[in-house]
Structure formats: C-alpha cells, structure tokens
C-alpha cells in the first residue's frame, strides 16, 4: 500500500481538491497545486527514464524558486537522495559537492552555472532552467516530453544537505532513512488552518527554511511565497499583500526590519501573522524583545542541527520568563532523548556550569558525515553528538548559550567553517600562516577576519591585505570572505605546530560577557 505522506504523494490530495489554487507563489512563475503535482510526477518520469534507480543522488543547484519545490517533491517520490547546494557558492564550490556525493543527475539554475559543466564528472542527467546553459539539456523541454501521472512504484527519498567542513571540506550529513514530514494542522508546532499562507524570504537550501517554509507547508496544503532573497521592505510588502501567517528567518532579518523607518513599519498591515519561527544563531535579547514588542508574542525560537532528528524549542512566553534561553530541557536529567551539558572530558556537568552542549541523536536514524568515519566519530559521544556551543542549564532545566567552538563561524545566521578559509588565505605567496576567526559584529553576530602571519621580507599594509583578499576572492564563495585582514608578527602555536584557534578568537572576545 502507498503511504502518501512518506512518498510526497500527498500532494495528490491537493492537486485533487484545489487544483488552481496558487501552491507557490514566486517572481520567477507561479505555480497551481495541479501544477506542481503534475511537474514533479514529470520530473521523476525523466529521472528514471534518465536511468537513475532508488537510492542514486540527486544535486540542486539553485536560488528560491519553483523549479526547487518540483525538484524536492520528484526526488521524495522516486526514493532518491537529493543535495541541495549552496546557491552562493562559486562553480568550482558547487562542483565539488556534487563529485562528492556522486550525483547521477544535475539541475542547475541558468545564473549560477557559469563554466560549471567543464568542472562536473560524468551524470546521466543534466537540466538547466531560468535560461540556457551549455552542457545542459533544457529542464522545461524534459518535463513536457514526460508523463504528469505520478510514479508507478512511489519511493521516499532522502536528503543530504551539506555543511563545511572542519579540515576545509564540506561534509554531506547523511541519514540511511527517509525523514517524512506529515501535515502540520492543528495540535502541531504550525498549527496551520484553512487560509494560511507560508512565507519562505531565507535561502530555501537551508536546513531551517527548507523543514518551516518548504517542507511543512507543502505536506499541508498551504500556499508558499516565495522571495528570491531577504530584502525588508519587500518581506514587509509580502507580508501584507498575500496574508502570510507563518514565517521563518534568522537575527540578522530582525535588525534589517528594525532598521527601517518607523513610518515604513507601520504602514504595512502585518495582523495576518501568526508565527514567527527563528534560530540559525543566537539572537540578542534587546533584538527579540523588540520584535515581540511590534509584532507580539508570535516568535518561536529552535536550536537543533541537520545532524538531529530533533531539538529545542522555546516559545515568546516562556523566552519573555527565561530572556536568552533557546529552550527547557526535554526530560529528567539523564534520561534517554535529553539533552546535556559535558566538560572537556565528557562527564556530565551539574545545572549552572558551562560545558559543550550535547543533542539527542536518533536511535532510529542515526546520521553520519558521508564518507568521513572520523569526523562522525569525533562529534557522537554515545547517543549524543555536539555542534560545538557551549552553554549552561539554570536550575529548571531553561538551557543558555554562552559560547562556542572556534571551528564555527555563524555569520547572519549561516555556518562559516573556518579551515577552507586558512587555506585559501595561505596559498597566496606572501602569507606565511593564516587562522580565521569569527569577531564580534553588531549587525551579523560575527564577522569572518583573516589574522595573518606573513612570510620574512613582506609588509602587511593596505595594499596587500586587499592583494589576498583579491586572491581568495575566486577560490571562496562571498559569504565565506573575511570582511577584514589584520597582520600579525606571529600565530600562537601549540608543542604539535597547530595555531590554537580558539585562543585567537579569544582575543577579540575578550571583555563580553558572552562568547557569541
């Protein structure tokens, strides 16, 4: 029998019942809840006509957009893996993720695939659409080729999202089994009803925005508008024009919004807002409580990882008693499923000490770091894996963040690893030894900046801090570009010849009362 939930099948039901209502609602072409259905049900005919079999990988190289949805929904219903990548990536970035996790099938957006079709291995499949790309074959022309019936044998597919790496590489997070997402009606976290609109303005590749604004809604039945890229006025307009009820976004969306003119806030009619879900990094007190003051008692803040199956939630009420935390423990101390707070060692710390965070790992689906043992040992200890925070339990069991890992860098609520940026930074011809590090910064939470130790003879001025800037400017995507370089007689060094990050760090951190 065909579980239509865990095949993407629900859809169907949609398609059925309000086939011309607007399913996704975007700048680049809408889409009717019989048209989605019909496009991904043509996207896994051409799939599998292509020759990808269950359990093959799919790659999605693309910005928010329909195709996106389509291509979500027709790889869930053909049992196979799907990589969504970065869409601020460069080619070369983009490239070596879909070498890595061995994608049979490439589809890429029109602007991001520039040169990108020289730098991929052999697939069976590649399509481009918002425009022609060379190499590709015509994403639009293989879904009118194919049949809008669903998939005589449905399968759930899995997804393995990509996060960098600690040794300069990114690790795809993998999971052997199908993570199935159900209708968020009433009784649920959404707690969608009749009427309710979605609004997806993040990167629709992330993990948040892809589970909140994409995967939820879809298995419900509620329209989504999506939005190209966060611009505040535009979210406001959103907001206001289509009635939207639920969103998600991160710390740095809340102070673009705060930034506007009172004027600009308050002639949007915002009252259709019903939740707010946020995370990603930590968000200052000062901030939340201003958004709670404009918007209400509507946020909702997480804190997990796409390593868990799931993870803590905290909402305005409760943050209002607890300002700071990002959640109450799940269970009795100790108990199975719960979360903890361990020393250096890995013993177990009492309420009120500061320790490395460790989150509940699934039982059932355990994920690993694909083809890396070594890294997924490194962050599992028994049935708990860390992300690197550091944080405390208050005597309720309400957990705080404090601090975290120099391996880490969240930037505007996006992970920024580090050691890609040391080596792209020391292969330029006058640096010696580079350590990136995460600095305080009052609009994104931390800035990337390059602390280099150069090579005998050379002279760390203007000129050349902006010659390495130039010089990794091709080699890392924007995001990951150190906003500043500061020159150093020398690196700090352990016995081993290791620069000690976190004792960089340290440095620019010193004097707050909090480490991120």
Same mark, same amino acid.
């Given at each position: 029998?065909?579980?239509?939930?865990?095949?993407?099948?629900?859809?169907?039901?949609?398609?059925?019942?309000?086939?011309?209502?607007?399913?996704?609602?975007?700048?680049?072409?809408?889409?009717?809840?019989?048209?989605?259905?019909?496009?991904?049900?043509?996207?896994?005919?051409?799939?599998?006509?292509?020759?990808?079999?269950?359990?093959?990988?799919?790659?999605?190289?693309?910005?928010?957009?329909?195709?996106?949805?389509?291509?979500?929904?027709?790889?869930?219903?053909?049992?196979?893996?799907?990589?969504?990548?970065?869409?601020?990536?460069?080619?070369?970035?983009?490239?070596?993720?879909?070498?890595?996790?061995?994608?049979?099938?490439? =589809?890429? @957006?029109?602007?991001?695939?520039?040169?990108?079709?020289? =730098?991929?291995? @052999?697939?069976?499949?590649?399509?481009?659409?918002?425009?022609?790309?060379?190499?590709?074959?015509?994403?639009?022309?293989?879904?009118?080729?194919?049949?809008?019936?669903?998939?005589?044998?449905?399968?759930?597919?899995?997804?393995?999202?990509?996060?960098?790496?600690?040794?300069?590489?990114?690790?795809?997070?993998?999971?052997?089994?199908?993570?199935?997402?159900?209708?968020? !009606?009433?009784?649920?976290?959404?707690?969608?009803?009749?009427?309710?609109?979605?609004?997806?303005?993040?990167?629709?590749? !992330?993990?948040?925005?892809?589970?909140?604004?994409?995967?939820?809604?879809?298995?419900?039945?509620?329209?989504?508008?999506? =939005?190209?890229?966060?611009?505040?006025?535009?979210?406001?307009?959103?907001?206001?024009?289509?009635?939207?009820?639920?969103?998600?976004?991160?710390?740095?969306?809340?102070?673009?919004?705060?930034?506007?003119?009172?004027?600009?806030?308050?002639?949007?009619?915002?009252?259709? =807002?019903?939740?707010?879900?946020?995370?990603?990094?930590?968000?200052?007190?000062?901030?939340?409580?201003?958004?709670?003051?404009?918007?209400?008692?509507?946020?909702?803040?997480?804190?997990?990882?796409?390593?868990?199956?799931?993870?803590?939630?905290?909402?305005?009420?409760?943050?209002?008693? !607890?300002?700071?935390?990002?959640?109450?423990?799940?269970?009795?101390?100790?108990?199975?499923?719960?979360?903890?707070?361990?020393?250096?060692?890995?013993?177990?710390?009492?309420?009120?000490?500061?320790?490395?965070?460790?989150?509940?790992?699934?039982?059932?689906?355990?994920?690993?770091?694909?083809?890396?043992?070594?890294?997924?040992?490194?962050?599992?200890?028994?049935?708990?894996?860390?992300?690197?925070?550091?944080?405390?339990?208050?005597?309720?069991?309400?957990?705080?963040?404090?601090?975290?890992?120099?391996?880490?860098?969240?930037?505007?609520?996006?992970?920024?690893?580090?050691?890609?940026?040391?080596?792209?930074?020391?292969?330029?011809?006058?640096?010696?030894?580079?350590?990136?590090?995460?600095?305080?910064?009052?609009?994104?939470? @931390?800035?990337?900046?390059?602390?280099? @130790?150069?090579?005998?003879?050379?002279?760390?001025?203007?000129?050349?801090?902006?010659?390495?800037?130039?010089?990794?400017?091709?080699?890392?995507?924007?995001?990951?570009?150190?906003?500043?370089?500061?020159?150093?007689?020398?690196?700090?060094?352990?016995?081993?010849?290791?620069?000690?990050?976190?004792?960089?760090?340290?440095?620019?951190?010193?004097?707050?009362?909090?480490?991120?």
């Amino acid at each position: 029998m065909i579980d239509p939930i865990a095949t993407g099948l629900v859809s169907a039901e949609y398609a059925a019942t309000r086939p011309d209502a607007p399913a996704i609602i975007a700048s680049s072409g809408n889409r009717s809840f019989a048209e989605l259905h019909g496009n991904a049900n043509r996207l896994a005919q051409a799939l599998r006509g292509a020759g990808l079999v269950p359990g093959d990988a799919v790659a999605l190289f693309s910005g928010n957009r329909a195709e996106f949805v389509e291509v979500l929904m027709a790889t869930q219903r053909s049992g196979l893996r799907l990589t969504p990548i970065n869409s601020h990536l460069t080619p070369g970035e983009a490239a070596f993720i879909i070498g890595d996790c061995q994608a049979r099938a490439v =589809l890429v @957006e029109a602007r991001l695939a520039n040169g990108l079709a020289a =730098l991929l291995p @052999e697939t069976r499949l590649r399509l481009s659409f918002g425009g022609r790309v060379p190499g590709f074959g015509d994403y639009a022309g293989a879904l009118a080729a194919a049949c809008a019936l669903a998939p005589p044998t449905p399968l759930p597919g899995t997804l393995m999202l990509y996060t960098s790496g600690t040794t300069g590489r990114p690790k795809g997070v993998w999971k052997p089994r199908a993570e199935t997402v159900a209708p968020q !009606h009433e009784g649920s976290i959404a707690g969608y009803a009749p009427g309710d609109v979605a609004l997806c303005a993040g990167p629709a590749y !992330h993990a948040a925005p892809l589970l909140f604004d994409i995967r939820w809604p879809l298995a419900s039945g509620v329209p989504i508008v999506l =939005l190209e890229r966060f611009d505040a006025r535009a979210v406001l307009a959103a907001i206001a024009d289509h009635g939207v009820t639920h969103a998600h976004m991160v710390p740095i969306h809340f102070q673009r919004l705060l930034a506007l003119p009172a004027a600009e806030r308050q002639r949007h009619d915002l009252s259709s =807002l019903r939740m707010v879900i946020h995370g990603a990094a930590p968000c200052p007190i000062p901030v939340k409580q201003a958004m709670i003051d404009w918007l209400g008692p509507i946020l909702w803040e997480y804190y997990g990882a796409s390593e868990g199956n799931s993870g803590l939630f905290i909402t305005a009420e409760d943050w209002l008693r !607890h300002p700071g935390s990002v959640g109450q423990r799940q269970g009795p101390r100790g108990a199975a499923g719960v979360s903890v707070v361990r020393d250096a060692a890995g013993r177990d710390l009492p309420d009120g000490e500061e320790g490395l965070i460790y989150l509940p790992a699934s039982p059932e689906n355990p994920f690993e770091y694909w083809n890396d043992p070594e890294k997924t040992e490194k962050a599992r200890l028994g049935r708990h894996y860390t992300l690197g925070d550091i944080g405390r339990y208050d005597a309720d069991g309400w957990l705080t963040l404090t601090g975290r890992s120099a391996e880490v860098i969240i930037s505007g609520g996006v992970n920024i690893y580090p050691a890609e940026i040391d080596a792209a930074l020391a292969s330029h011809p006058a640096v010696a030894d580079a350590c990136a590090i995460g600095a305080p910064d009052t609009d994104w939470g @931390e800035a990337v900046v390059a602390v280099i @130790e150069l090579k005998p003879g050379q002279t760390g001025d203007a000129a050349l801090a902006a010659a390495v800037l130039a010089h990794v400017r091709g080699q890392l995507a924007g995001f990951k570009l150190p906003k500043r370089v500061e020159f150093v007689p020398h690196l700090p060094r352990l016995a081993s010849g290791k620069v000690p990050r976190a004792t960089v760090r340290a440095g620019y951190w010193r004097g707050r009362e909090s480490g991120i």
